[in-house]
């Protein structure tokens, strides 16, 4: 069946650098994609969103890449810090399914002092 | 904004006793609620979701049920709790179509 998957489920860094985690969707029509940070012990946050109309999104210190080619979504987290090591989930927003979102397994980002 | 609140933070309870997990909603009226559960290390699973009151949807069969009483108040609740019960359980809202989903801390249950 249709869902969202992620490439890597643990990426190791070194704090300063740049990270990057992916994540593949197999519902060519979805037009809504979201990153979620999840810290241990709490609820998801939302970090930065998506419309399949745009290919680049910029927030702060993060940006999204829509690749609607390939079906790719990617997060990335410009000087990574120690405050950025938390679980990343991607989801995506299907057609027909009003707004309830399919999540992927999720990433484990772990920064190295 | 809107703002998820849930309650207990943690829970402890043995098997086949009852449940009730209740979550509120600050900052927005009508807002779509789900619950959602997060098995350790694993994604997130909906539960269920609530377009309105006494408007309930099931998304897999299992020994929970949830209720919606009031536009911003929406319970999950078990009769008899199972050791498969146990998990960390998400309660999250959002307001308007295509805007993201917020969540609140959770709840994290424990069936011994």
């Known amino acids: 069946g249709e869902s969202v998957g992620l490439h890597l489920p643990t990426l190791s860094v070194q704090e300063g650098d740049n990270s990057i985690i992916n994540c593949a969707y197999s519902?060519?029509?979805?037009?809504?994609f979201i990153w979620y940070k999840q810290e241990s012990g709490k609820g998801p946050q939302f970090i930065i969103d998506?419309?399949?109309?745009?290919d680049k999104r910029q927030g702060q210190r993060v940006t999204v890449l829509l690749n609607k080619t390939v079906k790719h979504l990617s997060l990335q987290i410009a000087a990574t810090q120690p405050g950025d090591s938390a679980v990343y989930f991607c989801?995506?927003?299907?057609?027909?399914?009003?707004?309830?979102?399919?999540f992927g397994g999720g990433t484990r980002l772990m920064v190295k002092p | 904004s809107q703002t998820i609140h849930q309650w207990p933070a943690t829970l402890v309870q043995p098997v086949g006793s009852p449940l009730s997990l209740e979550c509120t909603v600050e900052?927005?009226?009508?807002?779509?609620l789900y619950w959602y559960r997060q098995a350790a290390g694993r994604g997130l699973q909906l539960l269920f979701y609530?377009?309105?009151?006494?408007?309930i949807s099931s998304e897999v069969p299992q020994n929970l049920s949830a209720s919606r009483p009031q536009d911003r108040q929406f319970i999950l609740s078990s009769k008899k709790l199972l050791l498969s019960d146990s998990g960390f359980y998400l309660c999250?809202?959002?307001?308007?179509?295509?805007?993201?989903?917020?969540f609140g801390n959770g709840t994290r249950l424990t069936v011994t």
């Open positions: 519902n060519s029509a979805s037009d809504y």
């Open positions: 999250a809202g959002e307001g308007q179509s295509n805007s993201p989903l917020h």
């Open positions: 998506i419309r399949s109309n745009m």
């Open positions: 989801a995506e927003n299907p057609p027909n399914a009003g707004n309830m979102l399919t």
């Open positions: 900052g927005t009226s009508n807002p779509n």
């Open positions: 609530s377009v309105g009151i006494g408007q």
